[in-house]
Every structure is written in structure tokens, then in C-alpha cells.
């Protein structure tokens, strides 16, 4: 099947995967965004979004998301339709290939996967999903018009996603595992909620069971003070209780928590060379729109200063015909200061005959690492793109000599 | 494909020997707006083997809710004005609708 590509390659185009495609190429990079579904990501399935800088109420998900892509399209990102199945990330370009079996082959990959709603694998929620338990307010909302739903959750999205359901049904019953008056939701939206007629509350209680025939007729909720049972009727079951991340794909390919979540540094690098994670699908602390995109843009700018640097390196040191004396030196290192000059020389010595590249071993750690170059000075001597002599701490004009003479010679 | 609607659905639908797909959407579930493009190339490709219905639930709401759909995408095979097949939500995908297609077509 064809094959594309590109410089750096994002899969996901949710606000961290979106980002990362503005800051990507507005930097001039080609870069490709695959997504499976609509651009936009979890934020489509939302109604109110009213804590996005700049972005005050009257803002939605969807509104926002169309902005993004706009705006990331604006600089020539290319938004695909795509599911990615599988990916590699070991070669200099990662390939990474999609249900369909097109392939693309990148110098970085920006994985921003996000997350999916959590099940709770309550007895009759699978069953019944479609049939009045859903995950989705905007999808589902009008289905429950006039009718009575229940609730399960009690975090900002939660009881956000309840507010949007009671302008359409009769109401909406939020069964909460605390005691009464105790939301995780924060204050303002727990207040909000408060004084909404249609939002009616269960307290100390979780839902042990969806029951109907084909379609949501009642819940049994539990009271976990009294450990009393009630049947409650309703039509629908609406189920916010976190997310968990999409990163199946990604298992193996790099480092992941035991959830699932994507363990990237303060950079978004992840365990693999030039792949970056933004985004909900990594650990982190808060998990929201404007962080998905802070992280795209982090991971971006940290793609492009990969790609540039990679460059950089097999043009001046691996696609050289000559052989490469590559000095590792660094500004703290006043050793490696005071030897450069004694490198310096045996190059000109031998000008013609092998090539002299500094590089700042705290500025290109990566480089370093990958020919496991810890310590400044160390020397490396590169022949046909391969490393074939290590000299640590050469403290010795003579001694370094002799090595480069040795590796001229092949 | 056939817009039904509460009118025609007992004719176009349920009055026939089938098999027929129903694709319940609205233009509010952006699921299902994704998957129309998918739905028209099913359509396309499978026109000979089965008859491709859409049905928006926003004006059609009793009529969903009667067929037992709550839940928004939905994609149904009908045959003889029962139904036979249903993949809702995230088992809707292209290929598992494929798939649905070529076990129920004719
Ligand atoms: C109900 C609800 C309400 C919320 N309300 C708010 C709010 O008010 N304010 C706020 O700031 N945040 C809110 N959030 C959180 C916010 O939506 C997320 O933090 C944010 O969307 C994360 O962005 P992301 O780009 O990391 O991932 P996502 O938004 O999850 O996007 C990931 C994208 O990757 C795609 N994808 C995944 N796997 C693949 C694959 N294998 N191949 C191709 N594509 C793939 C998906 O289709 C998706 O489009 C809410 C979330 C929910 C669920």
C-alpha cells in the first residue's frame, strides 16, 4: 500500500495532537495528523467549556476544536483520516501504519492518543450500552427528553455533563459515593449544581446494577452506610468516572505506567528516540485542554531541535567520506576546554584527511548517549558512518595523534 | 441512501423482506458525523447486497426509541421487519460494519 513521508508524523488531533501540528508546521515542518475520527478529540463530546484562557462562557467543545484545526491547518499541517494499528519506532524513520495499511514513515513521532471514558463493568452496562447507558452527553442528550436519567460520578465532569442533560430531561440523579454536600467536582460547579431544580441527589451511594429488556428500565443503587438496596426507574444511565488512556497500541514500542499512561519528561520524550507523547495519554497531574495543548507545543519544538540535530549529525559527521574526529567537549568541563586546542591542531595537521566536528555534550546529550559518551573530552573517531575508535579523557596530544593516524590509515 | 423517517420506516424498512441497514445518526453526535463518509463507501461498494437507510433520531426520536435505540451511532440490519444486527457506539466502525454487511447481505 502507499507509502508517505514526512517530517513529523502525530497520531491523534485532540488539542495536544492539534497543537503540536500548528507549532510543528509553523516551524516548517511537513507534518501529517492522523486521527481515527473527527479532529477534536474528547473535547467534541463536551458542551460547556468555559476554562480555556481567552475562551469565556459561550465557548464550546466542538467551537474550540474547529479553531484548533483551523488554526493548525493554517500553517500547512495535513489532517488525516487514519487508525493506527501499529507502530516502529526503532529505525532513524519511525513507520507507523494504520488499519487500512497505508504507512508513514517519520523523523519524529508525536503520539497524543488522549483517553477514552472508564466502564465500570457493572452487571447490564455492557448489555445495555446503546440502549440508555452512554458516555456521552452530546451524543445521547436528546434521546432522554422529558425522560428521568441517572448520573454516576461526581468529578467537574460529571456534574458539568449533568447540567447539559437537564435542558433536556425531566431529571438528572447524581449518585455520589460521599456524604451529603461532598462533590469532588470544585466549588463553583458543585454550587452551580446545587441550585439547579432538574439535578436531584443520591448520597453515600453506588450503582451495583443497570437492569432492563433491551433498553434501561431501572438502576439498584446501594447505600454503603446502611448497605440498603433500592431499585430506582430511569431511562438512562450516563457514566463519567475518569478515563483511561488509548495507548494499546503503543505497548512495548515505550515505557508506560501500570495504567497504561505514556511516561514522558519534562521535554515529552518518551523511551524511544524521537517520539514524543502529549497530551492525556501521558502521566501527568492535570489532565485538561490547556495542558494537552501546552504539552503539544512542548513536544513540537522538541521534535524539531531532534530532527534538526539528527540532521545535523549525518550530514557533518555519518554521510562524510572522510573519517570524522567528533571532540565531546563541554563549557564545565575546564579539562576539555583546556585540551581543545591540542585537538584543534592534530586536525589541521591532518587536513583533508579527517574532518574535526565539536559537539557540546550537555547541549546533544542524546547524540552522546546513543555512542555512550558520558564524560567530556572524550574523543570519537567515525568512519563510513560507523564509530570505530573511543578515546575517553585523551589528556595526551601525542596519544590522540597516534589513535587519529591509526584511523586514517583504516 | 434512503432518508426514513417516522412515515416511512414500516414501509421502507419493516414492510420488507430486507435485508436493510439502518444507520441511526443525528447531526449533534460527532461519531456519527464521522462515520457518514465511511456509511456512503459501505453504500457504495455493498448497494447490491443490501439496502442502506439513514435515520436522523432528532426528529425521529419515538420511533428510535421504539426500535430500542438509545445510543447514538447505531448501525441496524433488518430483516422480514425484524432486526437482525446491531453494532452501536465504538463496535461501529467501518470494518466491523463491513463485516455485519457481508454476514447479513444477500
Ligand atoms: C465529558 C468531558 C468533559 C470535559 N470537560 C473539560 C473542560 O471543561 N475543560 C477542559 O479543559 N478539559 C475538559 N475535559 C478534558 C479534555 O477533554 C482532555 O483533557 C483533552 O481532550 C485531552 O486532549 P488530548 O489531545 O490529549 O486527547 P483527546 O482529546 O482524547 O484526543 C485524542 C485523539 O486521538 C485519536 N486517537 C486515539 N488513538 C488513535 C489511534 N490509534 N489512531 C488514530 N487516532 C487515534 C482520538 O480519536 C482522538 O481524536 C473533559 C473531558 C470529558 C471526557
Known amino acids: 500500500?502507499?507509502?508517505?513521508?514526512?517530517?513529523?508524523?502525530?497520531?491523534?488531533?485532540?488539542?495536544?495532537?492539534?497543537?503540536?501540528?500548528?507549532?510543528?508546521?509553523?516551524?516548517?515542518?511537513?507534518?501529517?495528523?492522523?486521527?481515527?475520527?473527527?479532529?477534536?478529540?474528547?473535547?467534541?463530546?463536551?458542551?460547556?467549556?468555559?476554562?480555556?484562557?481567552?475562551?469565556?462562557?459561550?465557548?464550546?467543545?466542538?467551537?474550540?476544536?474547529?479553531?484548533?484545526?483551523?488554526?493548525?491547518?493554517?500553517?500547512?499541517?495535513?489532517?488525516?483520516?487514519?487508525?493506527?494499528?501499529?507502530?516502529?519506532?526503532?529505525?532513524?524513520?519511525?513507520?507507523?501504519?494504520?488499519?487500512?495499511?497505508?504507512?508513514?514513515?517519520?523523523?519524529?513521532?508525536?503520539?497524543?492518543p488522549g483517553a477514552e471514558p472508564r466502564t465500570l463493568g457493572l452487571p447490564g452496562e455492557r448489555e445495555l450500552r446503546g440502549k440508555g447507558v452512554s458516555y456521552?452527553?452530546?451524543?445521547?442528550?436528546?434521546?432522554?427528553?422529558?425522560?428521568?436519567?441517572?448520573?454516576?460520578?461526581?468529578?467537574?465532569?460529571?456534574?458539568?455533563?449533568?447540567?447539559?442533560?437537564?435542558?433536556?430531561?425531566?431529571?438528572?440523579?447524581?449518585?455520589?459515593?460521599?456524604?451529603?454536600?461532598?462533590?469532588d467536582a470544585t466549588a463553583i460547579i458543585r454550587d452551580r449544581a446545587f441550585k439547579n431544580p432538574k439535578m436531584k441527589w443520591a448520597w453515600n451511594s453506588v450503582v451495583e446494577e443497570i437492569r432492563g429488556d433491551g433498553i434501561v428500565e431501572s438502576v439498584v443503587i446501594k447505600n454503603i452506610k446502611t448497605n440498603e438496596r433500592t431499585e430506582l426507574e430511569a431511562n438512562g444511565v450516563f457514566v463519567f468516572?475518569?478515563?483511561?488512556?488509548?495507548?494499546?497500541?503503543?505497548?512495548g514500542h515505550v515505557d508506560m505506567d501500570k495504567r497504561g499512561y505514556v511516561i514522558a519528561n519534562e521535554l515529552m520524550e518518551t523511551s524511544a528516540d524521537g517520539v514524543y507523547c502529549a497530551g492525556d495519554a501521558r502521566v501527568k497531574y492535570l489532565r485538561q485542554v490547556i495542558t494537552a495543548a501546552a504539552d503539544g507545543a512542548?513536544?513540537?519544538?522538541?521534535?524539531?531541535?531532534?530532527?534538526?540535530?539528527?540532521?545535523?549529525f549525518r550530514e557533518m559527521v555519518?554521510?562524510?567520506?572522510?573519517?570524522?574526529?567528533?571532540?565531546?567537549?563541554?563549557?564545565?568541563?575546564?579539562v576539555s576546554l583546556d585540551f581543545l586546542p591540542a585537538v584543534e591542531r592534530i586536525?589541521?595537521?591532518?587536513?583533508?584527511?579527517?574532518?574535526?566536528?565539536?559537539?557540546?555534550?550537555?547541549?546533544?546529550?542524546?547524540?552522546?548517549?546513543?555512542?555512550?559518551?558520558?564524560?567530556?573530552?572524550?574523543?570519537?573517531?567515525?568512519?563510513?558512518?560507523?564509530?570505530?575508535?573511543?578515546?575517553?579523557w585523551p589528556t595526551n596530544e601525542s596519544e590522540l595523534a597516534s589513535v587519529a593516524d591509526k584511523v586514517i590509515g583504516g | 441512501m434512503l432518508e426514513v423517517n417516522k412515515e416511512n420506516f414500516e414501509a421502507e424498512v419493516l414492510a420488507v423482506p430486507g435485508p436493510v441497514l439502518v444507520d441511526f445518526w443525528s447531526t449533534k453526535c460527532e461519531p456519527c458525523v464521522a462515520l457518514v463518509p465511511e456509511v456512503e463507501a459501505l453504500a457504495e461498494k455493498y448497494g447490491d447486497k443490501i439496502k442502506f437507510c439513514k435515520l436522523n433520531v432528532l426528529e425521529n426520536r419515538r420511533l428510535s426509541i421504539g426500535q430500542k435505540v438509545?445510543?447514538?451511532?447505531?448501525?441496524?440490519?433488518?430483516?422480514?421487519?425484524?432486526?437482525?444486527a446491531e453494532l452501536t457506539k465504538d463496535d461501529a466502525t467501518c470494518a466491523n460494519i463491513e463485516a455485519m454487511i457481508k454476514e447479513h447481505g444477500r
Open chain 1, 241 to 251: 468516572v475518569g478515563t483511561v488512556p488509548k495507548t494499546d497500541f503503543l505497548k
Open chain 1, 1 to 112: 500500500m502507499a507509502v508517505r513521508e514526512c517530517d513529523v508524523l502525530i497520531i491523534g488531533a485532540g488539542p495536544a495532537g492539534l497543537a503540536a501540528a500548528l507549532y510543528a508546521s509553523r516551524a516548517k515542518l511537513s507534518t501529517v495528523v492522523l486521527d481515527k475520527g473527527t479532529p477534536g478529540g474528547q473535547v467534541r463530546t463536551t458542551w460547556s467549556m468555559e476554562n480555556y484562557p481567552g475562551f469565556a462562557r459561550g465557548m464550546t467543545g466542538p467551537e474550540l476544536m474547529d479553531r484548533f484545526v483551523d488554526h493548525a491547518k493554517e500553517f500547512g499541517a495535513e489532517i488525516v483520516r487514519g487508525d493506527v494499528a501499529t507502530v516502529s519506532f526503532g529505525g532513524e524513520l519511525k513507520i507507523v501504519t494504520t488499519q487500512k495499511g497505508e504507512e508513514y514513515r517519520a523523523r519524529a513521532v508525536i503520539v497524543a
Open chain 1, 298 to 312: 512542548i513536544a513540537a519544538v522538541a521534535a524539531e531541535k531532534y530532527i534538526h540535530e539528527e540532521e545535523g
Open chain 2, 70 to 84: 438509545l445510543g447514538l451511532p447505531t448501525i441496524a440490519i433488518y430483516k422480514g421487519g425484524e432486526k437482525v
Open chain 1, 347 to 392: 586536525a589541521e595537521q591532518r587536513a583533508g584527511k579527517l574532518n574535526l566536528v565539536k559537539i557540546d555534550i550537555y547541549k546533544n546529550q542524546r547524540v552522546a548517549g546513543r555512542y555512550g559518551i558520558t564524560e567530556a573530552p572524550t574523543m570519537a573517531f567515525f568512519r563510513k558512518g560507523q564509530l570505530v575508535e573511543k578515546v575517553c
Open chain 1, 318 to 334: 555519518l554521510d562524510r567520506e572522510n573519517p570524522v574526529m567528533v571532540a565531546f567537549w563541554s563549557p564545565t568541563s575546564q
Open chain 1, 136 to 183: 456521552c452527553a452530546t451524543c445521547d442528550a436528546d434521546f432522554f427528553e422529558e425522560l428521568d436519567v441517572v448520573v454516576i460520578g461526581n468529578g467537574d465532569a460529571a456534574v458539568e455533563e449533568a447540567m447539559y442533560l437537564t435542558k433536556f430531561v425531566n431529571s438528572a440523579t447524581m449518585i455520589v459515593v460521599h456524604d451529603e454536600g461532598i462533590l
